[in-house]
């Protein structure tokens, strides 16, 4: 029975993952409470102990706006935390799934983003998750892997779609950017691609790989179809990011290119519109 252990998870992704599991992996699932990755000697310690096959580390400092004042324990979490895992997975001969960001890459970029692309991060948490994946890739060259993601949501955690269903419930109308461009991730979708690479029924090779669902939108579209789909008239005004300023500087672009990892695994990526739809299934049946 192949060993997991998943951290972050009760985390979006890690959540997600837990659920979907199959029955014929032995889990160990760790929260920040169990798990702090931050943490040298508790990321060696669990390790030495459960010694899994398989380690996926959700665990992060997502708050990207809070990042920017809070820098020292973003770098702990997002470049230590995966820079430990790597340390102790080379040493205990463990593969690491490593999640990352779109944000790590260049902000000036405007068309499908592959995983060759220059980085060049804008904020700090994109900083801080490129620096996390750097130990990754240089500790881990044959069996360290890292997906990179972008806007994930589901219908556990705090993420644009559950804002969107509070305030659109609320507000007669709402002003949402149109002018960053990206694809949504449904949690559960990429849990399930994480699950076929672990699960090992194809091998792919070590390194970094692009997911999130297919075809591209706006805030602003990402907005108005949660609102439609939900049956809300809340009306939806375009503005530019210039009119909405936050402390983190976030890219116009994000679109990420997944031919690589659909390529490797024989798979189709199914459309944002579809899985947000059953994603609110979920929300509104509880
Ligand atoms: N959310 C997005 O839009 C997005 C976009 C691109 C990439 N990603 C990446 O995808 C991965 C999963 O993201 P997600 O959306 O599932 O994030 P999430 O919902 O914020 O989950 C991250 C989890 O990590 C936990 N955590 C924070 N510090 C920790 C520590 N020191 N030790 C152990 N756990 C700690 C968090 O706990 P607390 O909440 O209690 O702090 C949270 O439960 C992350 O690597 C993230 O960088 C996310």
Not at 11 to 17: A, K, M, R, V
Not at 42 to 65: M, R, S
Not at 71 to 92: D, I
Not at 132 to 150: A, E, F, M, N
Request: proline residues 4%.
């Amino acid at each position: 029975m192949k060993k997991i252990l998943i951290t972050g998870s009760l985390g979006q992704l890690g959540y997600e993952l837990t659920k979907t599991a199959n029955e014929n992996l032995e889990l160990l699932c760790l929260d920040k409470h169990n798990l702090d990755i931050s943490n040298r000697k508790e990321v060696f310690e669990i390790l030495k102990t459960f010694k899994p096959d398989w380690v996926i580390n959700c665990a992060a400092y997502t708050a990207v706006d809070k990042a920017e004042t809070d820098v020292k324990v973003a770098k702990m979490v997002n470049e230590k935390g995966p820079k430990y895992f790597a340390e102790a997975c080379s040493s205990l001969n463990i593969k690491l799934i490593h999640i990352s960001t779109d944000y790590v890459y260049h902000a000036g970029l405007n068309s499908p983003i592959v995983e060759t692309d220059k980085t060049n991060p804008s904020n700090i948490y994109g900083k801080t998750k490129l620096a996390g994946d750097k130990w990754v890739l240089k500790l881990l060259p044959q069996s360290g892997y890292i997906i990179r993601t972008s806007w994930v949501y589901s219908a556990h955690g705090h993420n644009f779609v559950k804002t969107m269903l509070k305030y659109g419930a609320e507000k007669p109308e709402m002003k949402i950017v149109f002018d960053q461009i990206g694809s949504p991730t449904y949690a559960k979708d990429l849990a399930d691609a994480i699950w076929l690479i672990v699960e090992n029924k194809i091998e792919i090779q070590s390194g970094i790989y692009h997911f999130s669902n297919e075809g591209v939108c706006s805030w602003f579209d990402f907005a108005k179809k949660i609102f439609q789909l939900q049956g809300f008239d809340t009306k939806v005004y375009p503005i530019r990011s210039i009119e909405y300023p936050t402390p983190a500087s976030r890219p116009s672009y994000s679109l990420l290119d997944k031919s690589k990892l659909k390529n490797a695994l024989g798979i189709k990526i199914r459309h944002w519109e579809e899985a947000l739809g059953e994603c609110l299934k979920e929300i509104n049946t509880g």
